[in-house]
């Protein structure tokens, strides 16, 4: 096709008139971050197919439903993985609970140890990799945005439909968190050497 | 993304160290069969939708065929008809305006129980929309005028009336309307009257 196809806008309306490259644009400019999106926050990749799926149908199957005076089109896209993504997680019984109060008393012990070091490359991934997961929503949210896709906290903010300083604090609690989750692992793999 | 000092903060900067390794080592893009299913599913949803339209547009174009048909077909039976109801159109008289015949601002007046004269000068409104005065319809014309009109009382449907120029509004479209319909020697409505 030779009109070029630019804005999300126009994209849409060519969507709706059953254009199938302005489809694919648009599938090719938002796949990849809603995809991973879903994958980090739920940790299961059919998960992150599904929730792709679902939001592209959605979209193709009702593309005026999409306001631009609500917010960008990125927002709108990951509102609607964060929903799916998150029944999907109910669904399927996935979502790991989160740590109980007695596995954070340890932290007072470990949380001056500067155990991050002691691990290795690899088991410090698949560490860093579960304990994202049993971050609570809201701050998994925060480190998958800010961290893992690299928004700013004022892109993360519209997306998470909250302030900017609301997603710098949340993402600072999440790191503590994170820091206390993986020497609560540390420790544990220790007593377990032992 | 903040930006940690690792001297500082070695910790923090081991996070975020370890936080990048992990989002460069996952997925970056869907599975391509996500998105061969996606285009299949968009060609089959528009080819749907396709169908379903043109369905409409013809079952559309149909309607107001039939409608129109039906229409024409009762006007004309209902002209054929000497029991019907029937009253001499009421005489109009020769107006000024016909100097200017695009001006078209004269009413027929109520009705009189007399009969019409071969040929009227006077073009009956096309503004008035009132009950009880008659509305030139698109097919009058006065130049056109020869032979005895007839007024013809008939109940239709708002639409009905609305297929043949009268100005009714859109919302009375499926209300039965009693209106008297001038016709001409031939069945050409030239004005019409809503009576109820």
Same mark, same amino acid.
């Given at each position: 096709?030779?009109?070029?196809?630019?804005?999300?806008?126009?994209? =849409?309306?060519?969507?709706?008139?059953?254009?199938?490259?302005?489809? @694919?644009?648009?599938?090719? @400019?938002?796949?990849?971050?809603?995809?991973?999106?879903?994958?980090?926050?739920?940790?299961? +990749?059919?998960?992150?197919?599904?929730?792709?799926?679902?939001?592209?149908?959605?979209?193709?199957?009702?593309?005026?439903?999409?306001?631009?005076?609500?917010?960008?089109?990125?927002?709108?896209?990951?509102?609607?993985?964060?929903?799916?993504?998150?029944?999907?997680?109910?669904?399927?019984?996935?979502?790991?609970?989160?740590?109980?109060?007695?596995?954070?008393?340890?932290?007072?012990?470990?949380?001056?140890?500067?155990?991050?070091?002691?691990?290795?490359?690899?088991?410090?991934?698949?560490?860093?990799?579960?304990?994202?997961?049993?971050?609570?929503?809201?701050?998994?949210?925060?480190?998958?945005? %800010?961290?893992?896709?690299?928004? +700013?906290?004022?892109?993360?903010?519209?997306?998470?439909? %909250?302030?900017?300083?609301?997603?710098?604090? @949340?993402? +600072?609690?999440?790191?503590?968190?994170?820091?206390?989750? =993986? +020497?609560?692992?540390?420790?544990?793999?220790?007593? %377990?050497?032992? | 993304?903040?930006?940690?000092?690792?001297?500082?903060?070695? $910790?923090?900067?081991?996070?975020?160290?370890?936080?990048? #390794?992990? !989002?460069?080592?996952?997925?970056?893009? !869907?599975?391509? $069969?996500?998105?061969?299913?996606? &285009?299949?599913?968009?060609?089959?949803?528009?080819?749907?939708?396709?169908?379903?339209? /043109?369905?409409?547009?013809?079952?559309?174009?149909?309607?107001?065929?039939?409608?129109?048909?039906?229409?024409?077909? /009762?006007?004309? &039976?209902?002209?054929?008809?000497?029991?019907?109801? /029937?009253?001499?159109?009421?005489?109009?008289?020769?107006?000024?305006?016909?100097?200017?015949? $695009?001006? !078209?601002?004269?009413?027929?007046?109520?009705?009189?129980?007399?009969?019409?004269?071969?040929?009227?000068?006077? #073009?009956?409104?096309?503004?008035?929309?009132?009950?009880?005065?008659?509305?030139?319809?698109?097919?009058?014309?006065?130049?056109?005028?020869?032979?005895?009109?007839?007024?013809?009382?008939?109940?239709?449907?708002?639409?009905?009336?609305?297929?043949?120029?009268?100005?009714?509004?859109?919302?009375?479209?499926?209300?039965?309307?009693? !209106?008297?319909?001038?016709?001409?020697?031939?069945?050409?409505?030239?004005? &019409?009257?809503? &009576?109820?």
């Amino acid at each position: 096709m030779a009109e070029r196809l630019s804005d999300d806008q126009e994209l =849409l309306r060519q969507l709706a008139n059953g254009n199938e490259d302005a489809f @694919r644009t648009l599938y090719e @400019r938002y796949q990849g971050r809603i995809y991973r999106f879903a994958l980090h926050m739920s940790g299961n +990749s059919a998960i992150g197919e599904e929730t792709t799926q679902e939001v592209f149908l959605a979209l193709m199957g009702k593309p005026k439903g999409y306001d631009p005076a609500k917010g960008s089109l990125a927002g709108y896209l990951f509102g609607m993985a964060r929903n799916i993504t998150r029944r999907a997680m109910q669904e399927t019984a996935d979502d790991i609970p989160l740590d109980d109060d007695a596995d954070w008393d340890e932290l007072a012990v470990a949380d001056g140890l500067d155990v991050l070091e002691e691990l290795s490359n690899g088991e410090l991934l698949a560490a860093l990799r579960q304990a994202v997961l049993t971050l609570p929503e809201p701050y998994r949210e925060v480190v998958v945005l %800010c961290d893992l896709e690299e928004l +700013s906290y004022q892109e993360a903010a519209e997306l998470l439909e %909250c302030s900017p300083g609301t997603v710098a604090s @949340r993402l +600072s609690r999440a790191r503590t968190l994170l820091k206390k989750k =993986l +020497s609560v692992e540390k420790v544990r793999e220790q007593k %377990c050497a032992t | 993304m903040r930006d940690i000092d690792p001297i500082r903060n070695p $910790s923090e900067a081991l996070l975020s160290a370890a936080l990048n #390794r992990l !989002a460069k080592g996952s997925a970056r893009q !869907a599975p391509a $069969s996500v998105g061969a299913q996606l &285009v299949q599913e968009f060609r089959r949803d528009h080819v749907h939708r396709r169908r379903t339209r /043109k369905a409409v547009i013809a079952l559309v174009a149909c309607l107001v065929l039939a409608t129109a048909t039906l229409l024409t077909l /009762k006007l004309s &039976v209902d002209d054929a008809q000497p029991a019907m109801v /029937k009253q001499p159109l009421p005489a109009v008289a020769p107006n000024a305006s016909t100097a200017n015949p $695009s001006a !078209a601002t004269q009413t027929i007046p109520t009705p009189v129980q007399t009969p019409l004269p071969g040929r009227r000068g006077g #073009r009956p409104t096309a503004t008035s929309t009132a009950q009880g005065e008659f509305m030139a319809l698109g097919a009058y014309d006065p130049a056109m005028v020869s032979g005895d009109l007839q007024v013809v009382r008939l109940e239709l449907t708002g639409a009905d009336l609305r297929l043949v120029g009268a100005p009714v509004p859109e919302d009375l479209a499926d209300r039965h309307l009693l !209106a008297d319909i001038v016709l001409a020697g031939d069945g050409t409505p030239y004005a &019409v009257r809503i &009576v109820r």
